[in-house]
């Protein structure tokens, strides 16, 4: 039987605990492995040893990520004012606009979690793929393909440049006017940081070029395909259900949106250096639990949800499957399809066997506070 979300809650409750000293421990220990990665870039001697370097700073970017998000809901560190600040320091190396991300992540993400919004690898239907323009299609196909360019293509074309960085014009207007200062802070941190880097035969052996290249887009680069394939997994897998519909026909489903996300078993050496990222579901029943009690909170749930929980050890057998299986979703059926519209899947667990219990009368979650939270961006 599927537990019920207070019980849920209350177990959970525990791991509801911000420490500023942990969460300013994980600042610093990722800003001086960035930096050192940048700097190593740029300072030692061999190509291969620098490019080592940089990738390490562009998975510390993909760190940096994970420390914004939590400050954005609050739970880095104790205090309103010191989570803003250090969101707003970590996403700048990203060239993230905190206060856009908030928005979609706060408005648009958890309250329509594999909903019909755009979100990241929100699926197409066949319909809808075969509508696309043919260029379209086979990015597509690159996007959901077994590759890194695909996902870092994806990230930085469908996601960072239409919701991370500029203001756009669909966005409320107060949302949108309070995202130009924060836009105007990244372009001044933008000059000062590739200016630098341009300045490097003045401090070191590389070009201006080089030193542009190596230091600063290829570790954005990985940022960009780390990003892409990690939300990809956290939301897609055989069994993940998405759903199309009005925000009260899927009222049940957003409700649970522990039941809508995937938690993906990692080495805990993995868990470690990206701040246990994987642990998922979790922060979708209860999104104030901090990156370093995740792990141990998540194996709670997991516990709780027994047969409802959708874990998958990973492994490249595991995520190949995934990955081939997941082209096109069929909302009549809930079921994968590859692009060609063959089903890949059968239906997918939340319509195989929970949707009765989900229509079940059921005791939601505290609601997240979004304004509240909106206007500590």
């Given amino acids: 039987m599927l537990i019920g979300q207070r019980e849920a809650l209350r177990e959970i409750a525990p791991h509801v605990r911000s420490s500023t000293a942990i969460g300013l421990a994980f600042f610093f220990y990722d800003m001086a492995l960035y930096w050192g990665g940048v700097a190593g870039a740029i300072f030692l001697p061999d190509l291969w040893m620098k490019l080592v370097a940089a990738t390490i700073a562009g998975f510390k970017l993909s760190a940096f990520k994970t420390l914004g998000h939590d400050a954005a809901h609050g739970c880095l560190v104790r205090g309103r004012r010191l989570n803003w600040l250090l969101g707003v320091i970590v996403y700048a190396p990203c060239f993230y606009n905190y206060r856009m991300w908030v928005y979609d992540h706060h408005v648009g993400h958890h309250p329509h979690t594999n909903g019909p919004i755009k ?18 299609q086979w990015m597509e196909r690159l996007y959901r393909g077994p590759n890194v360019i695909g996902w870092s293509l994806y990230y930085l074309i469908e996601r960072w440049w239409d919701m991370k960085i500029f203001p756009r014009s669909h966005m409320p207007k107060k949302h949108r006017d309070a995202a ?3 836009f105007w802070f990244l372009v001044a941190y933008g000059i000062v940081f590739y200016g630098a880097l341009a300045m490097a035969p003045a401090y070191s052996n590389m070009s201006a070029a080089g030193a542009i290249l190596v230091a600063g887009v290829y570790p954005f680069l990985v940022f960009m395909a780390v990003t892409g394939w990690g939300l990809y997994l956290q939301h897609t897998h055989p069994d993940a259900a998405w759903v199309r519909g009005s925000d009260e026909e899927n009222k049940i489903y957003y409700d649970r949106g522990e039941l809508l996300s995937v938690h993906w078993v990692f080495p805990r050496w993995f868990g470690k250096f990206t701040h246990d990222v994987m642990d998922h579901p979790v922060h979708h029943l209860h ?3 901090p990156c370093y009690r995740l792990r141990v909170a998540q194996a709670k749930l997991n516990e709780l949800l027994g047969e409802h929980a959708l874990v998958e050890k990973f492994t490249f057998k595991s995520f190949l499957h995934t990955m081939r299986a ?3 979703y069929d909302f ?3 079921r994968w399809l590859d692009f060609d519209g063959k089903p890949t899947t059968g239906t997918t667990r939340m319509f195989r066997s929970t949707v009765n219990e989900l229509r079940a009368p059921q005791v939601k979650a505290a609601a997240v506070n979004t304004d509240a ?3 500590a961006a």
């Fill in 332 to 334: 009549e059926n809930h």
């Fill in 373 to 375: 939270l909106l206007e």
């Fill in 119 to 136: 979100d990241t690898y929100t699926p197409f239907t066949k319909a809808e793929f075969d509508a696309l323009p043919l260029c379209r």
């Fill in 180 to 182: 130009w200062p924060h």
């Fill in 326 to 328: 997941c082209k096109l």
């Fill in 287 to 289: 999104p104030r639990i």
